[in-house]
């Protein structure tokens, strides 16, 4: 079964320092992978994603991630945390073949800067 | 552009009373997804649509749940009856083309006491 998993519940970083949020995936075919933020009482909002092409994806917000084809990871990375990155991350994977838009989403980590 | 809208942003309900969850996706989105977000599952993908064409209603819990999309520019999710473990954040979702982003409202949080 195609899947996303987030290893961790909680990231804590201290403000201005690199954070990194994991995500690894398990996939047929190539993998389509999406990083998604929520704020609370909010919709998940869109950060980046992977088709294909370079394994480093800019984002929004100063975020990127990396795509490792051997670790089957789409870790979300930032260089220097803000107070105002506190939110939940959602990592998710297109499945399904043919025209789909269909995310299946990770359980999500909560990732909190510290000021 | 308005984003995705959906109404009520939070609904209260008795037990084996129906409710209706309203969405309007944004203008020229093809496809419109319904989600469920509760701490104890996350985030589950109940049903979508293409075209305003139901694809996948895998997720739909079970028959008490029921999906609609009389046209482009309007969605429902009806639960009838609802039970207290319906309790849950309702999102919708619209996107454009296939592996584009997908806009999500800002809910819907439904209790049923």
């Known amino acids: 079964a195609q899947s996303v998993a987030q290893p961790e519940d909680q990231v804590n970083v201290a403000e201005g320092n690199p954070l990194t949020v994991k995500c690894t995936y398990s996939?047929?075919?190539?993998?389509?992978l999406f990083w998604y933020v929520q704020y609370p009482n909010r919709g998940l909002q869109f950060l980046l994603k992977?088709?294909?092409?370079?394994?480093l994806v800019k984002g929004s917000y100063g975020f990127e991630a990396e795509f490792n084809k051997s670790q089957t990871s789409f870790h979300l990375k930032k260089p220097s945390a803000l107070v105002s990155d506190s939110a939940l991350y959602f990592c998710?994977?297109?499945?399904?073949?043919?025209?789909?838009?269909?995310?299946?989403f990770g359980t999500g980590t909560l990732l909190a800067v510290q000021p | 552009d308005a984003g995705v809208i959906q109404s009520p942003r939070h609904e209260v309900t008795e037990m084996g009373q129906e409710v209706t969850l309203r969405c309007k996706p944004i203008?020229?989105?093809?496809?419109l997804f319904w989600y469920r977000q509760t701490m104890m599952r996350g985030l589950e993908l109940l049903i979508y649509?293409?075209?305003?064409?139901?694809?996948?209603d895998s997720g739909m819990p079970e028959d008490r749940f029921s999906a609609k999309m009389p046209n482009a520019s309007f969605s429902t999710l009806k639960i009838q009856p609802s039970e207290p473990r319906d309790s849950a954040v309702y999102f919708c979702?619209?996107?454009?083309?296939?592996?584009?982003?997908?806009?999500f409202g800002n809910g819907t949080r439904l209790t049923v006491t």
């Open positions: 979702a619209s996107s454009t083309r296939d592996n584009s982003p997908l806009h």
């Open positions: 996939v047929s075919g190539n993998p389509y």
């Open positions: 992977y088709i294909t092409g370079d394994n």
């Open positions: 998710a994977v297109r499945v399904g073949g043919g025209a789909t838009n269909k995310l299946i």
């Open positions: 203008s020229g989105h093809d496809y």
């Open positions: 649509f293409n075209n305003n064409v139901p694809i996948d």
